[in-house]
Nanobody, 123 residues
Framework: QVQVVESGGGLVQPGGSLRLSCAASGSIFSIYDMGWYHQAPGKQRELVASITRAGSTTYTDSVKGRFTISYDDAKNTVYLQMNSLKPEDTAVYYC?????????????????WGQGTQVTVSS
């Protein structure tokens, strides 16, 4: 079994910063990539940023220059440093990971979601 658990959300004023963390645990063979999505009320869930095991990153245009995604291989943890936060960043942030696990002598890849963490940007 694999678990993906986020932490670090909260309430922050416009212009402030937050750092989200997402740790994967369980019978992990390898983590291929991890990413952060957000979902605002009444809107679809969309990708914010992602990072591969090799360190290649992608960002949605609205967060470029403000958010930074990073990965700690030793801890199986991905971080999202969010600076210069805006009210429109308010959403539930979800961690997503593509993880290989051992199953009956072979490796199979699964896609895993965390439970989500609320980020609210408001004065």
């Amino acid at each position: 079994q694999v678990q993906v658990v986020e932490s670090g959300g909260g309430l922050v004023q416009p212009g402030g910063s937050l750092r989200l963390s997402c740790a994967a645990s369980g019978s992990i063979f390898s983590i291929y990539d991890m990413g952060w999505y957000h979902q605002a009320p009444g809107k679809q869930r969309e990708l914010v940023a992602s990072i591969t095991r090799a360190g290649s990153t992608t960002y949605t245009d609205s967060v470029k220059g403000r958010f930074t995604i990073s990965y700690d291989d030793a801890k199986n943890t991905v971080y999202l440093q969010m600076n210069s936060l805006k009210p429109e960043d308010t959403a539930v942030y979800y961690c997503n990971a593509n993880i290989g696990t051992w199953y009956r002598g072979t490796v199979r890849t699964g896609n895993y979601w965390g439970q989500g963490t609320q980020v609210t940007v408001s004065s």
